[in-house]
């Protein structure tokens, strides 16, 4: 049975797949991607009127920026649009004066393309990265939070965390080490990648330094929608991967705004030349359909679907998860599988049985990561239950979710 009544016709997906691999790219509903596409012809019918930042992209921007920040608990002057997560993450990465013998502290549940992002600043300035382990099973905040303290040396600068882990989907406790780096006068920044529309946030109450997260996943954006958050306070430390008409000579004075309307902070890192704005002029369009079918009521069936799946997959495995449900990812869970060739596992899923998810190998752990959406249904787990236990040749076969 589908989630919610006609969910599944909200979203343009082929009928022939079935995706289970929401957390990857995300997917847009019908009337977001229209609203994309209105957005789309607007610039093509008057580029110059619609791309002038003295006409109408800056109000436009704005517009769109306001909203979302409503929806992050922020104010629209600490929130900047990027095309992913990952851009906002190396513009505040690679601004921060680290030198010889500073120290990063991360961990081993990191996305890789950020983990890559820290050797290179490590190598351009001598900086030296702490990881710390997690350890798993994860079952309790506080050994979460004394894990990461434990990595902290009188040399730490930056404390570097993923709010939802990529390869492990862990929901990570991280408010208290983020107050306690604050207190330490440490540089928290923080991968929110997984994170908006997939659980509610607040970004000035958590208190992080810095934040990025992507509108394209949870938040079912178009592609090329991300923010990144730096506090008020913070944000003079901040230089825009290019520099372009956004920026100005006297942007770290106290009090200075940016040349079009923004705070100096937004307009350096929005203001860089001919681009499509039009996937984060979608974002309301985004946010209003999510309101409009009570997606955080759809959420939390999403979730009982996941944790239910994962369960009998366990049952077919005897494999432990990698946390209790209080620290998995809402909608995402991975599932931890027998060793394997999990480029094998993948293929034989997409190509005997139509399943779109990742099957991957981390740190000696073979996960399968399912991700559900409301466009999912009982008997799509179903399949992949069914599916894997064949292709893994496990029995016997768990309880069909259907049929439960």
Wanted: a negative charge.
């Amino acid at each position: 049975m589908i989630l919610s009544t006609n969910l599944s016709q909200q979203f343009l997906l082929d009928p022939d797949v079935v995706f289970l691999n929401h957390g990857s790219f995300g997917a847009c509903p019908r009337p977001v991607f229209e609203d994309y596409q209105r957005w789309q012809l607007k610039l093509e019918r008057q580029p110059v009127a619609f791309l002038d930042s003295r006409r109408n992209l800056a109000t436009n921007l704005g517009a769109a920026r306001q909203v979302l920040a409503t929806e992050m608990g922020t104010s629209p002057d600490n929130i900047a649009q990027v095309s992913n997560a990952t851009t906002g993450l190396n513009i505040v990465i690679q601004s921060l004066q680290l030198k010889a013998g500073d120290e990063i502290l991360t961990t081993n549940h990191e996305y890789n393309a950020l983990e890559k992002t820290w050797v290179y600043v490590a190598r351009r300035t001598g900086a030296k990265i702490v990881v710390v382990t997690v350890p798993l099973p994860l079952n309790s905040a506080e050994a979460f939070t004394q894990t990461v303290l434990a990595g902290i040396t009188d040399k730490t600068k930056v404390l570097f965390l993923s709010h939802i882990t990529s390869p492990t989907a862990l929901l990570f406790p991280i408010e208290a080490a983020v107050a306690e780096a604050r207190k330490r006068g440490i540089i928290s920044v923080i991968d929110g990648a997984h994170t908006p529309g997939h659980v509610p946030l607040d970004l000035d109450a958590l208190g992080a330094d810095f934040y990025a997260g992507n509108c394209h996943k949870w938040l079912m954006s178009p592609k090329g929608s991300g923010f990144v958050y730096a506090r008020p306070d913070r944000q003079v430390m901040v230089d825009p991967l290019v520099i372009s008409h956004g920026w100005t000579a006297d942007n770290k004075e106290p009090g200075v705004r940016g040349p079009f309307g923004g705070s100096a902070f937004v307009d350096e890192i929005e203001m860089q030349g001919t681009r499509d704005p039009a996937p984060w002029l979608a974002v309301p369009a985004a946010i209003a359909f999510r309101r409009e079918h009570d997606w955080w009521k759809v959420a939390a069936d999403c979730r009982r679907l996941a944790q239910e799946t994962a369960a009998r997959v366990r049952e077919l495995t005897g494999l432990p998860a990698l946390s209790t449900p209080e620290f998995c990812a809402p909608q995402m869970v991975a599932m931890p599988i027998p060793p394997c060739d999990p480029i094998v596992i993948k293929n034989a899923l997409m190509d005997q049985f139509g399943i779109e998810i990742p099957v991957f190998e981390w740190q000696g752990h073979y996960i399968a990561r399912l991700s559900c959406q409301g466009y999912n249904t009982a008997d799509q787990m179903d399949l992949l239950v069914d599916a894997l236990g064949e292709l893994l040749m496990l029995r016997p076969r768990a309880k069909r979710a259907s049929q439960a």
